[in-house]
């Protein structure tokens, strides 16, 4: 993310179970949407980056594939979704 400078990115096949957030020791909000069984298959997550993450509205997770987040960039409501 640093590198090409963005702020918010997505990423499949996590292979996390379960939903939830977490903060990595590096700054970065992770959202993520996994299977509810213990099969580590599937899973979609939106990183945000610090700074992002206060301006962010909500975060749903529609099922193991799909997430959404909805934001507000440069005073703009935006949806993230990420398949």
Request: hydrophobic share 35%; aromatic share 8%.
């Amino acid at each position: 993310m640093g590198q090409y400078k963005r702020n918010i990115l997505g990423a499949s096949e996590t292979r996390w179970t379960g939903l939830g957030s977490l903060k990595v020791s590096t700054g970065e909000s992770v959202l993520f949407s996994g299977r509810e069984d213990d099969y580590h298959r599937e899973g979609v997550a939106i990183i945000l980056k610090s700074g992002v993450k206060n301006h962010y509205l909500e975060w749903k997770p529609i099922i193991s594939r799909i997430v959404r987040t909805r934001n507000f960039l440069e005073d703009i409501p935006t949806s993230v979704i990420q398949c």
